[in-house]
């Protein structure tokens, strides 16, 4: 019997299948050549969940290796989520073209928001890799979640609420101070929301903002789009340009609505300033 087919009869197909997360961090540990010539072996249904919920910076590795027509296998069979943090590790120009190569409604539905964006928008420039936690969720379960997790990965983490709607940045500091059962709604880092059609050049010219290292980019639904860095935002508008006085006030009216939006969802328990901070 051949070591492929043992692979795909034996423990390694059933811990890919069963733990797809763990199976990742597990791949992500082994020498490179030796992890990719194990997801080559696998089924190609095992490969893209494995990839989903690998460590970053694996997963890029292994798409690079990858041509567009293994990349669109992948998003044709993968589960809506799978697709979706996939999709957030695609270089921009790939995934638009395997965008245009879809012909499955319901994937082009859950696709469609990651090509979309005005080119100077703060979507476009947003970091579209992240993870997000419900609020209810225990700190303990979260801290089990994360553990394992490289530091590029811990750096897009948001709370939502029951219909997905962003509360903020998870507070690690907070993380870290709270009891096991505590609610991860204890700890809601409150910083802007970002709606993502907010330009780019409109962000820059806020002086008060440019001390926050992100924030998170939401849609008109309040529901994460990416999380805006301030390095990568400053380093693509070195040179400031003017904006209009009328966009700046549209932008702040904006983020104001946004943030009453999020304060009403908040528990009563805990009553937060109205005001929004950086």
Not at 216 to 231: F, S, T
Not at 251 to 275: G, W
Request: glycine share 4%; charged share 30%.
């Amino acid at each position: 019997m051949s070591d492929s087919v043992v692979l795909q009869r034996g423990l390694i197909l059933n811990f890919a299948e069963e733990h797809p997360e763990q199976f990742g961090q597990v791949l992500a540990s082994c020498a490179t050549n030796e992890a990719h010539q194990i997801l080559t072996d696998l089924p190609h249904s095992s490969v893209v969940e494995v990839l989903a919920y690998a460590p970053r910076q694996f997963t890029v590795e292994f798409i690079d290796t990858q041509d567009s027509d293994a990349i669109l296998r992948w998003i044709h069979i993968g589960s809506d989520d799978a697709v979706t943090r996939i999709a957030r590790r695609l270089p921009e120009d790939v995934r638009a073209t395997v965008l245009s190569q879809i012909k499955d409604v319901n994937k082009l539905r859950v696709l469609r928001d990651y090509v979309n964006f005005a080119k100077d928008s703060v979507a476009a420039l947003a970091d579209k890799d992240y993870l997000t936690f419900p609020d209810k969720m225990t700190c303990a379960e979260v801290r089990k979640s994360i553990r394992n997790l490289d530091k590029d990965d811990t750096e897009n983490l948001l709370i939502v609420n029951a219909e997905d709607r962003v509360l903020g940045l998870l507070d690690d500091r907070r993380l870290l101070r709270s009891g096991r059962k505590e609610p991860i709604a204890g700890c809601i880092k409150r910083t802007t929301l970002l709606p993502g059609s907010a330009t780019a050049k409109s962000i820059v010219e806020i002086e008060a903002w440019h001390q926050v290292d992100r924030l998170p980019v939401v849609d008109k639904n309040r529901r994460a789009i990416g999380v805006l860095h301030w390095e990568h935002l400053i380093e693509r508008h070195q040179t400031r340009e003017d904006s209009s006085q009328n966009e700046e006030y549209t932008l702040v009216m904006d983020i104001m609505s946004t943030m009453l939006d999020v304060v009403k969802d908040l528990p009563s328990a805990r009553k937060p300033r109205t005001r929004f901070r950086g």
